[in-house]
């Protein structure tokens, strides 16, 4: 049973940049998040999507984006970066409306470098 | 907004000892989950234990167990014989049970190192 999987596991962009990371949910698993992590800190909300809609926002700008695919897949989008988006972009999955509520699954993280 | 405070940044435990990690939350809700999570270095989040606000018995995985006070906003974590494989960051986390509240609030994390 395949767990959270993201690509691509590290990459380095140039302040201005467009980036797209990926996420495939655990096996059966419909409700997809994303977090941001900076280093030494703890992760931040940033979305999440269910049934290919996205339910709620944290407190990102508008050059965070996302999409979820009807296979459940996600993507997360950040357009003109800034030195400031590098961390950890972690994707969590769980079952239904309110399975993240009783667990989340995570997936091992895209580490960003923003130069 | 909700908010998380984990006070102890690094704390260390002699291996097969009992150690303790701190959380302290914020909220005026009444309906609430808390969480705790472990990050080894591998990076991938792992849930350790969860509790039900409204459920006044501590809960308990295996090792892990949790001192739960509702009034004082506390949420601690004890780990009994602690095993070299318990080294990692752990965060406490919150979630409202609310309609359109779907995120976990983390804490800033505890980095847990066990002495052979």
């Known amino acids: 049973d395949a767990g959270v999987t993201q690509s691509p596991t590290h990459l380095i962009k140039t302040r201005g940049q467009q980036v797209t990371l990926r996420c495939s949910p655990k096996s059966g698993h419909d409700t997809v998040s994303w977090y941001q992590q900076a280093l030494g800190q703890g992760p931040q909300f940033i979305f999440q999507?269910?049934?290919?809609?996205?339910?709620q926002r944290g407190n990102f700008p508008d050059r965070f984006s996302g999409h979820q695919f009807p296979n459940y897949s996600s993507e997360l989008n950040v357009n003109a970066l800034l030195l400031g988006d590098s961390a950890l972009y972690l994707c969590a999955s769980s079952l239904g409306r309110t399975g993240w509520l009783r667990r989340q699954y995570f997936g091992p993280g895209t580490r960003l470098t923003v130069t | 907004a909700q908010t998380v405070t984990q006070s102890q940044p690094e704390m260390s435990v002699q291996e097969a000892e009992t150690v303790t990690l701190s959380c302290t939350y914020d909220?005026?809700?009444?309906?609430?989950?808390l969480f705790w999570y472990k990050q080894p270095p591998s990076r991938q989040m792992i849930l350790v234990i969860r509790?039900?606000?409204?459920?006044?018995q501590n809960a308990t995985e295996n090792r892990f167990s949790v001192n739960f006070q509702k009034a004082a906003k506390s949420f601690s974590l004890k780990i009994s014989d602690s095993q070299l494989g318990d080294a990692a960051m752990y965060f406490c986390?919150?979630?409202?049970?609310?309609?359109?509240?779907?995120?976990?609030?983390f804490g800033q994390g505890t980095r847990l190192t066990i002495n052979p």
């Open positions: 986390a919150y979630a409202s049970s609310g309609q359109g509240a779907q995120k976990l609030v």
């Open positions: 509790q039900e606000a409204y459920k006044q």
């Open positions: 999507y269910y049934e290919e809609e996205e339910r």
């Open positions: 909220t005026s809700e009444s309906d609430y989950y």
